[in-house]
Nanobody, 118 residues
Framework: QVQLVESGGGLVQAGGSLRLSCAAS????????MAWYRQAPGAQRAMVAH???????NYADSVKGRFTIARDDVKNTVYLQMNSLKPEDTAVYYC????????????WGQGTQVSVSS
């Protein structure tokens, strides 16, 4: 059973920083692409940042220059460093990973709330 467990969310003032973590556990052969998504109330879930197994990253325009995605393949963990946070970054953040277990498929974390006050 593969699981993704997120941590690091919370309440922060505008201009502050948070670091989210997402660790994969269970039995699997390899982890391919990993990504962070977010969903604000009344909005659709949208990609924030994505990183390939080779380490290439891309970002939504709204977070470029403020957020950084990174992965540690020894710890099977993906991170999202969020700086210069804005109230509009408030959302539930989800990690997603494409994992080769019984079959190659996408797994999602349970979500972690990030709230930014003005």
């Amino acid at each position: 059973q593969v699981q993704l467990v997120e941590s690091g969310g919370g309440l922060v003032q505008a201009g502050g920083s948070l670091r989210l973590s997402c660790a994969a556990s269970g039995r699997f052969k390899s982890i391919h692409d990993m990504a962070w998504y977010r969903q604000a109330p009344g909005a659709q879930r949208a990609m924030v940042a994505h990183i390939t197994s080779g380490g290439s990253a891309n970002y939504a325009d709204s977070v470029k220059g403020r957020f950084t995605i990174a992965r540690d393949d020894v710890k099977n963990t993906v991170y999202l460093q969020m700086n210069s946070l804005k109230p509009e970054d408030t959302a539930v953040y989800y990690c997603k990973a494409r994992i080769d277990s019984v079959m190659l498929m996408d797994y999602w974390g349970q979500g972690t709330q990030v709230s930014v006050s003005s």
